[in-house]
């Protein structure tokens, strides 16, 4: 039976190419659709050889924009030194290095930023892949364009892979903690979620509604001993703040002999804000009233965490109060506020960022670490916190200042009732939301 097999196919795949070198030339017609056939594969191949090495020269310049994108986010915030020297005396501080200077709101986080950058740039790159593939691919037959397009999604593919494999790096990274010392003894708070809208860090601007209502409101008039004046008394604040607010004057009155400071706004109720901005709109229009009062619901006077200062009885009777200027000697204020954990919330020359003309009378509480971080680098608010959102319990923002070190990290709210927050067992801390989605852990290291 083997002897009588013939194979089904005439042309044996291990036909070799004796017999047909020795068999006789064939005369090609000249124009023939026989003989087309290995013609044009010859060039299809020559073509999908083409596109193959132009898709890899694509996938390389890709790759590259990616890595220089990745390396030039990681750089950003922890290229600079995390052990920052903070003096509280703000002069002179030439050693310490500069901290990038951000735009906050558009990156909330620095990270998701980088992702987006890296994911708009691979659109775009992607997008400029195709439109050369079609442009090279205009003569070529749909089934080279069906192969080019199997060759870009596997680049696709590939990549997505890549950034899935970092991603697993950085989440096994943190499910393997390695805590700085004063973590080693550590528990997790349970915080309500909510409670991102409260505390001296949150963020109140166009943007970010006050959520509360103030929280541990006393009235200014309740310290016999002040060094200071009130236009009423009703003026009132978060009790925290009264405490440093007292202490600062006291320490102004020591220097100076002083009284004139005049507290002239505290906390506002959202009525209060509504009328006050409803007045502003009707004398100067909506527009400018924009740029001086916050609409109801988004002044940081609705916080408790807030003030305005005038200055009294500068019309001998001592009915009349004139603006609060930064000059000599009330200027002590402005530039020794951080040592109390105050900032100067609306500075000159940050209107872009703030959505505030400058004001050299509205304080805002921060608390001590972060007023002394915040004046050192010029920060704003917005600014800062978008600063200090990159740093985690595993790689705290550490802050020397003249009264103690102090570690700072943020922890995201999640979108349970409740959040867990990382704190040490043997330290001091405080814990304040943002206003912006997260938490930021104050340690004071020096306990
Ligand atoms: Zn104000």
Redesign the pocket.
């Known amino acids: 039976m083997s002897s009588s097999y013939k194979p089904k196919n005439p042309r044996p795949t291990t036909g070799r190419s004796v017999p047909v070198r020795h068999s006789p030339p064939l005369k090609r017609p000249p124009v023939s659709a026989d003989m087309n056939q290995p013609l044009t594969l010859r060039t299809q191949l020559l073509v999908l050889t083409v596109v193959l090495l132009v898709s890899l020269l694509l996938f390389a310049i890709v790759y590259g924009l990616m890595v220089k994108f990745r390396s030039s986010a990681v750089a950003a915030p922890t290229g600079t030194e995390k052990s920052v020297s903070v003096p509280s005396n703000t002069e002179s501080t030439p050693s310490v290095p500069e901290y990038p200077s951000f735009a906050p709101d558009q990156e909330s986080s620095s990270e998701a930023s980088a992702e987006q950058e890296e994911s708009s740039k691979e659109e775009e790159s992607s997008e400029q892949e195709e439109s050369s593939k079609e442009e090279s691919s205009k003569e070529e037959s749909s089934k080279e364009e069906e192969s080019s397009k199997e060759e870009e999604s596997s680049e696709e593919e590939e990549s997505s892979k890549e950034e899935e494999s970092s991603k697993e790096e950085e989440s096994s990274e943190e499910s393997s903690l390695s805590l700085p010392d004063y973590l080693q003894k550590h528990e997790y708070q349970i915080v309500d979620t909510d409670d991102q809208h409260f505390g001296e860090l949150i963020l109140v601007n166009k943007e970010h509604a006050c959520v509360g209502n103030g929280t541990m409101l006393r009235s200014l008039m309740d310290n016999d001993d002040r060094h200071y004046a009130l236009t009423d008394k009703t003026v009132s604040l978060n009790q925290e703040v009264i405490a440093d607010f007292d202490r600062m004057m006291d320490d102004f009155y020591a220097i100076y002999g002083d009284t004139d400071i005049m507290v002239a706004?505290g906390f506002r109720s959202q009525e209060v804000q509504a009328g006050l901005y409803r007045r502003e709109a009707e004398s100067v229009g909506e527009e400018e009233a924009a740029l001086w009062v916050a609409p109801p619901g988004y002044s940081?006077?609705q916080t408790g965490y807030?003030f305005?200062l005038n200055l009294a009885g500068h019309y001998g009777d001592g009915s009349g109060n004139i603006s609060y200027e930064n000059v000599p000697p009330y200027s002590w204020i402005n530039e020794n506020c951080s040592r109390y954990g105050f900032i100067l919330r609306y500075p000159e020359g940050r209107e872009d960022v703030t959505g505030f003309h400058a004001?050299s009378w509205?304080f805002r509480y921060v608390g001590y670490a972060s007023a002394c971080l915040m004046a050192e680098y010029s920060m704003t608010l917005e600014e800062y916190l978008s600063f200090v959102r990159r740093y985690t319990a595993e790689d705290p923002l550490v802050v020397f200042t003249d009264n103690g070190s102090y570690a700072l990290y943020y922890t995201e709210a999640t979108e349970y009732a409740h959040t867990s927050v990382l704190v040490p067992s043997d330290y001091s801390y405080t814990i304040s939301g943002d206003n912006a989605g997260g938490f930021i852990v104050t340690v004071s290291l020096d306990n």
């Open positions: 706004c940081e006077h807030a305005d004001e509205h």
